[in-house]
């Protein structure tokens, strides 16, 4: 009975955390009108910015990140007991419960200093974390995946990387555009304004984002290399993390601060440059490797 309310409760939770990360996103995505997470303009009649309505999907989305959050915690509580193991001793029950101190600290803050954006951080960390758990008290080798799973999570990250490339060049070129208007001297007639270029590196983060975030969930099912991998895997893995933590920071602070232009542009680029590192990891390996095998 023990093992099958294990499972139950990390369906649910995993359901959950994907639901509501998913209508975080799209509440952050949207920008339209006034940004998620900023303050409303005072009233001059009432002297003091007057309540502003929240948004319905919002509502559900912190509903949905409680109870996933509950769900987790009770599955890392029960799936110990099955596994007859001290989870403390577990990296991946660490950073559960960081994920889950993080999750208790926004939804009590979000309605004090209006950061709902936040919500679209935190539930794909929770998420993440969740399936880190799956490793709970199993040291034996990794488990097979079918060429379907490893499939989804490679062009993910192939597709991802590309729309972060597309974003890191127009980046490139909005900087570019901007010292030469800042000098005075003529725009590169050949590239689009500034507006609209950052423009293009919004919406290439927004279409890239939700296949990074992919990536990095079904990467997780390798995680056991933060426990027992080679160094290469250990930087794959922080690399990978660094980059969804970046383009999460710049789409938030774009919704919860106003971030455009240059800003908007060095974290994008810092972001590309982060999957790059991943992509070199992974070609300079095996030619590592085949020279210290020669």
Known sequence: MTPVLSTLTFVLALLLYAAASLLFFMEVARLRGASLGTSPR???MLGKAPPRPQSS??????????????????YV?????????????SVHFMLSVASLLAIAVYLVARQRFRVDALGMLVAPLGLAFLLGTYFL????PEPKLSPMFIALHVMANLLGVALFLLAGGAASLYLVQEKRLKEKRARIGALPPLD??????????VAGFPLLTIGIITGTFWARQLEMGTPDEV???VFGYATWLLIAGVLLL???????????????IAGFLCAAMVLVIYLVRP???AALGG
């Open 42 to 44: 005072t009233d001059p």
């Open 77 to 89: 509580t029960i799936a110990s007991f099955v596994a007859h193991v001290c989870p403390i001793r």
């Open 235 to 237: 930087m794959r893995t």
């Open 287 to 289: 030619a590592a490797s």
């Open 254 to 268: 774009r919704a919860a601060a106003g971030w455009r232009g240059r800003r908007a542009a060095y974290g994008t």
């Open 137 to 140: 008290g199993k040291p034996g």
């Open 196 to 205: 609209a270029l950052d423009h293009a590196v919004h919406r290439f983060l």
């Open 57 to 74: 999907n919002l509502r559900l989305a912190a509903l949905l990140l409680g109870l996933g959050a509950a769900g987790h915690a009770t």
